[in-house]
T-cell receptor
Framework: AQRVTQPEKLLSVFKGAPVELKCNYS??????LFWYVQYSRQRLQLLLR??SRESIKGFTADLNKGETSFHLKKPFAQEEDSAMYYC?????????FGSGTKLNVKP | DGGITQSPKYLFRKEGQNVTLSCEQN?????MYWYRQDPGQGLRLIYY?????DFQKGDIAEGYSVSREKKESFPLTVTSAQKNPTAFYLC???WGPGANVLTFGAGSRLTVL
């Protein structure tokens, strides 16, 4: 069953433009959702998690249970934000990942 | 320096051969995971283990096997039964049930010739 969907494989924006990476999920109950990021030549790492309601590197993500979405947003993209972004959902002891969105921030 | 070490970084295998990928962690984490990463498909769970001597199949376990004899180690064997083994393999760990942050290794790229 597809639990996490990221509809965009590639998202290109210019520096300073707003960016939104989409994530939709299917899950019964209260989901635990995350965004992971993989910068070039670096390991996959946690960016943020919905339970913390935090802003990391200017990114935020709000859980919308009605739309079953957890979109990642940043008002002003920077070139260093270029990376591969994965939305993830925790189901008991397992973590499920979306197919990823490559963000390319152009100068 | 705490973390997860995967080896080898690159591995080439002939068809019909089994190959074992190593994953070692010194984070004192109880739970360990193996994922396969393919372009356009994201990360897919192969196997996971919550405690020593116990492991569970993920979504794509066919053609793979694992063991968890030590807390620090969770090797993955890609057997000849795996029909499409060429991929990037990622190992991850977390401290245990209730934990929600995965720490990842650098990955191993397996190419079947």
């Amino acid at each position: 069953a597809q639990r996490v969907t990221q509809p965009e494989k590639l998202l290109s924006v210019f520096k300073g433009a707003p960016v939104e990476l989409k994530c939709n999920y299917s899950y019964s109950g209260s989901p635990e959702l995350f965004w992971y990021v993989q910068y070039s030549r670096q390991r996959l790492q946690l960016l943020l998690r919905h339970i913390s309601r935090e802003s990391i590197k200017g990114f935020t993500a709000d859980l919308n249970k009605g739309e079953t979405s957890f979109h990642l947003k940043k008002p002003f993209a920077q070139e260093e934000d270029s990376a591969m972004y994965y939305c993830a959902l925790k189901d008991f002891n397992k973590f499920y990942f979306g197919s990823g969105t490559k963000l390319n921030v152009k100068p | 320096d705490g973390g997860i070490t995967q080896s080898p970084k690159y591995l080439f295998r002939k068809e019909g051969q089994n190959v074992t990928l190593s994953c070692e962690q010194n984070l004192n984490h109880d739970a360990m995971y193996w994922y396969r990463q393919d372009p356009g498909q994201g990360l897919r769970l192969i196997y996971y283990s919550q405690i020593v001597n116990d492991f569970q199949k993920g979504d794509i376990a066919e053609g793979y096997s694992v063991s968890r004899e030590k807390k620090e180690s969770f090797p993955l064997t890609v057997t000849s039964a795996q029909k499409n083994p060429t991929a990037f393999y990622l190992c991850a760990s977390t401290w245990g049930p209730g934990a929600n942050v995965l720490t990842f290794g650098a990955g191993s790229r397996l190419t079947v010739l």
